[in-house]
C-alpha cells in the first residue's frame, strides 16, 4: 500500500546504508589504523556532511512545519530539531578528528574518541529515523491531502537543494 509520505519513506530506505556505513567505520577503528580505516572514515563523513545534513535541512524547513501545523504545536518537532543539532555537532567533531588522522598508530584514546563519535551518530541518525517513521509519517499520512502532501515534498526537495549547493560552494 502506497502512502503519501512514500517519498519521504523511499529517500529513508536508501539512506540506511549509508547510515550501517557509520556502524562499519567504527568497528574498524583501533589503535592502529590503516587506509582502508580511514576510507571508511571518509565515507561517513562524506555520506553526512552532502547528504545526511541537507536532508536535516529539508526536514527543518519543509517537513517539520507541516507536522507542527498537523499536531497544532510549534514545539511538536523541537526534540526532533534537537536531533539535527547533536547530528551536525557529531559531525563537526568527527571532521576535526579526521583531519589529524593518518594511516597510522593513533593509540587508544584517539581510537576512542572517533569510536564515540561514530557510534554516536550511528545510534542518533537510526533511532531519529525510527522516530520519523513511526510517529510523524503515519501523522501526515491521516491528516493530509495529496496536494499537501505534494507541497511539502516539492519544499523538502527545494531546501535539500540549497543545502547540498552550500556544502558545494
Request: glycine share 4%; no cysteine.
Amino acid at each position: 500500500m502506497t502512502t503519501l509520505t512514500q517519498p519521504l519513506r523511499d529517500e529513508h530506505k536508501e539512506l540506511y546504508p549509508h547510515i550501517e556505513s557509520l556502524k562499519n567505520a567504527g568497528l574498524s577503528v583501533h589503535g592502529t589504523l590503516n587506509q582502508a580505516s580511514l576510507d571508511l572514515i571518509d565515507e561517513a563523513y562524506a555520506f553526512l556532511t552532502t547528504h545526511l545534513l541537507p536532508h536535516a535541512h529539508a526536514e527543518e524547513a519543509a517537513l517539520y512545519p507541516v507536522v507542527q501545523k498537523v499536531m497544532g504545536s510549534p514545539y511538536g518537532t523541537a526534540t526532533m530539531s534537537r536531533d539535527h543539532v547533536e547530528v551536525d555537532r557529531l559531525t563537526q567533531e568527527l571532521g576535526a578528528l579526521r583531519e589529524n588522522l593518518t594511516a597510522t598508530e593513533i593509540g587508544a584514546k584517539k581510537a576512542n574518541e572517533l569510536k564515540l563519535v561514530l557510534y554516536g551518530l550511528y545510534t542518533l541518525v537510526k533511532v531519529h529515523f525510527a522516530k520519523e517513521e513511526e510517529v510523524y509519517l503515519p501523522l501526515l499520512d491521516a491528516n493530509l491531502t495529496a496536494e499537501e502532501a505534494r507541497e511539502m515534498f516539492e519544499a523538502m526537495e527545494a531546501a535539500a537543494g540549497e543545502a547540498k549547493a552550500a556544502v558545494h560552494a
